[in-house]
C-alpha cells in the first residue's frame, strides 16, 4: 500500500457508481429502529465484563452553525441565536451523566472528537465547560497517547481560542477550506481568505497543536482545473499534517442548502474526475502518501506508521490508528459502537430534547451485528484499511471458516476487477493494485451482502464512489 495510487480515467469512468464509504458494516440505513435504550444499556454493562475491557473513544456533534455552507450535507442547524447552544448543552450534560454511568470509570478514552455543524460555534468558555463535563464523566487520558481533535471553521478562530483548546487537551485540529478560489466561495456562501486561513493554520501549530489536517472538496460549483491546482499549490505550501479530499455530491432533493447552487455551474463529469487527477498528482508530487478514500498524509504521521504497521482501523470518524475502542456518540443524530452493536442518536433536536429531557437516552435506532456481518466487516476493514485480504488471516480469526468456498460469490464479482487490473487475484489473497487503489470501495462492495441482494430489498442511498 505504499505505491501511489494510479490515476486511470477511463477505468474511474467505468466504476464511478454508488456505493457505502464503509465507516461501519452493515451501514447506517441498515440501523433498525426496533434497537432502542435498553438493548444499548445492555451492550455498554457487558462490554465491562470482557477480559480486557476495550478503551474508549468518545465522539460529540455540535450541530450549529453561523452561516449556511451551501454545499453541506452534514445534519447541522443554521443559527445566530446562541442561546440555542446553552439549550443543546443543558441536554448535552444530561447525555453525559446517563452515558458515563454505563462505563466503568477504570475504562480510558483515548480518543475524542468534536465534529458538527461547527464546534467553534461555542465559544471558549462553553468548549471548556464541555471539557469539563466529560472529564467528570469519563476518564479522558491525558498522556502522548491521547487523540483528542476538534474540526474548527477557521473564520471564527484566533489565537486565544486554539491556545484554551490546547489547555483543555486537544492535540489534533481540523480546519475546513474547499476551495480558495474567490468565485468557488462565492458560489458555495463561503468566502474564506487565504490569509485568514494560513495565520489561523500557524496560531494552531504555535499554540502546541501536534497535527493539523485541512478539508478540500472538489466537485463543487464553478470549479476549475487551473483554481482547484492552485489551491493545491497553496496548501500544500501550507504543509499541514493530513489532507482530506473529499468529492461534492449534489443531492438538492435531501439537503435543502444544496438548492441555492446552479447545477449548471457544477463542473461536468470529465472535469471532475480531471479535478481529482490534478489532486492526486500535486499531492503525490509534495510528498503526501495516499491513505485510501479521501486521505492524504505526510510519511511521518501516525496514519501512515499505523498502515504500515497494518494497524490501521476505519471507523465513523473516517481513518484512524486508535484500534479496537468502543466508541460513545453523544449529542444529536450522533452514532455509537460498542461490542457488535452500533446504535445512533435522534436526527432532529426536538426528538433528542424530548428523550433527554424524560430521562432516556436519545437512541433512536441500531442494529446488533451477525456472526456473518462480522466476517464481512473484517474483510471489508482489511481492504479499505490495507489494500490486501489474506484468506490464512481471516480464517484463523473466524474459526471453521473456508474463505474461497464461502466467499465464492464475491470472489467472482472480484473477477472482472482483476480482468480490469483493480485487483490481483492469488491463490490465497486478495491485492488491490496501484491502479485500482482509488476504488478501493469497489472491491470492498464485492463483499457487501446487502448490496447483494434483490434490487427492491435494498433500503440504502449511497454517494457516489468518484
Known sequence: MATDPIFDPALLSKYDVSGPRYTSYPTAPHFQAGFGEDAWRRHAR???????????????????????????????????????????????????????????????????????????????????????????????????????????????????????????????????????????????????????????????RAAGFRSVSIDLIYGLPKQTVEGFAATLDTVTAIRPDRIAVYSYAHLPETFKAQRQIDAADLPTPATKLALLGTAVEKLAAAGYRYIGMDHFALPGDELVRAQESHTLQRNFQGYSTQADTDLIGLGVSAIGRVGDCYAQNARDLLSYYAAVDAGRLPIAKGYVRTAEDDLRADVIQELMCHGEVVFAEIERRHEGLDFRAHFTDALQRLAELARDGLVELEAGAVRITARGRLLMRIAAMAFDEYLARPREQQVAKFSRVI
Open 46 to 204: 457487558t462490554s465491562n465484563d470482557d477480559p480486557i475491557p476495550r478503551p474508549l473513544s468518545i465522539y460529540v456533534h455540535i450541530p450549529f452553525c453561523s452561516n449556511p455552507c451551501f454545499y453541506c450535507g452534514c445534519n447541522r442547524v443554521v443559527t445566530r441565536d446562541r442561546s440555542k447552544a446553552e439549550a443543546y448543552l443543558q441536554r448535552l450534560a444530561r447525555e453525559v451523566e446517563m452515558q458515563a454511568a454505563l462505563f466503568d470509570r477504570d475504562r480510558r478514552v483515548t480518543q475524542l472528537h468534536l465534529g458538527g455543524g461547527t464546534p467553534n460555534y461555542l465559544d471558549a468558555g462553553q468548549l471548556r465547560d464541555l471539557a469539563n463535563l466529560l472529564r467528570s464523566g469519563f476518564n479522558l487520558a491525558t498522556g502522548e497517547e491521547r487523540e483528542f481533535s476538534v474540526e474548527l471553521d477557521p473564520r471564527h478562530a484566533d489565537d486565544a481560542l486554539l491556545r484554551e483548546l490546547v489547555a483543555i487537551g486537544f492535540n489534533r485540529v481540523s480546519f475546513g477550506v474547499q476551495d480558495f478560489n474567490p468565485v468557488v466561495q462565492e458560489a458555495i456562501n463561503r468566502i474564506q481568505p487565504v490569509e485568514r486561513t494560513v495565520a489561523v493554520i500557524e496560531a494552531a
